[in-house]
């Protein structure tokens, strides 16, 4: 009978431990932007012509796995000083209370609520984005390009993601007076994000 009942207890503590370990959900793995192989791009008309820009200087918490996209998330402040379209009289007027009104709201933000995949290597960000004092929930859809290990720096992995969106300038009122309408400079505004992803691995994570 000692038997029996040692060897119930060990079946019932095996069972208990396989289900605790089933349920335990890991972080999604943490990346860092290599910003030397990175861009944040934008394009918009000017009449006719499509200008392009870019801004420079950004923050961003990614913590993404595609295999836990429950804890996955993507942070990112974008600091609109630093705009660039190559013309510096155009960048200033872009800094203005016309268009950005960076002394007030000097950072672009986008939050996500949730990351959904949509195919092969196909992901999409549910979120929120913030221009000025506007805040409206967007899709940002990206696809991953590959993940492996960094070969030039032991023990990391590098990935590499790229996203395209297009907004409504007016949505979040940047063009006012006269810039509000859209004969001149248009309303749609494509983005496109290319960015490079590092992360050291670590032993305890639970992924890779």
């Not at 986008?110 to 899709?139: W, Y």
């Amino acid at each position: 009978m000692r038997i029996l009942n040692k060897i119930t207890t060990f079946i019932a503590v095996a069972i208990f431990a396989v289900s605790t370990l089933a349920m335990t959900k890991y972080a999604a793995m943490s990346w860092t932007i290599d910003k030397a192989h990175s861009a944040i791009n934008f394009q918009i008309t000017h009449f006719f012509t499509p200008v392009n820009g870019q801004f420079h200087d950004y923050e961003a918490t990614v913590n993404f796995d595609p295999e836990n996209l429950e804890e996955s998330m993507i942070d990112v402040q974008i600091m609109v000083n630093s705009i660039d379209t190559e013309n510096e009289r155009r960048d200033g007027h872009l800094k203005t209370p016309d268009f950005f009104n960076a002394e007030e709201w000097p950072q672009i933000k986008f939050r996500s609520t949730n990351i959904e995949k949509r195919g092969e290597n196909e992901f999409v960000a549910k979120g929120t984005l913030t221009i000025k004092d506007v805040s409206k929930e967007i899709e940002l859809p990206f696809k991953l390009l590959g993940i492996m290990d960094n070969p030039m720096k032991e023990g990391t992995k590098v990935a590499g993601i790229t996203a395209s969106t297009t907004l409504d300038r007016t949505d979040y009122k940047v063009g006012t007076g006269d810039w509000a309408a859209t004969a001149v400079v248009g309303d749609e505004v494509k983005v496109d994000l290319n960015l490079e992803l590092n992360s050291t691995v670590s032993t305890d994570s639970g992924t890779y």
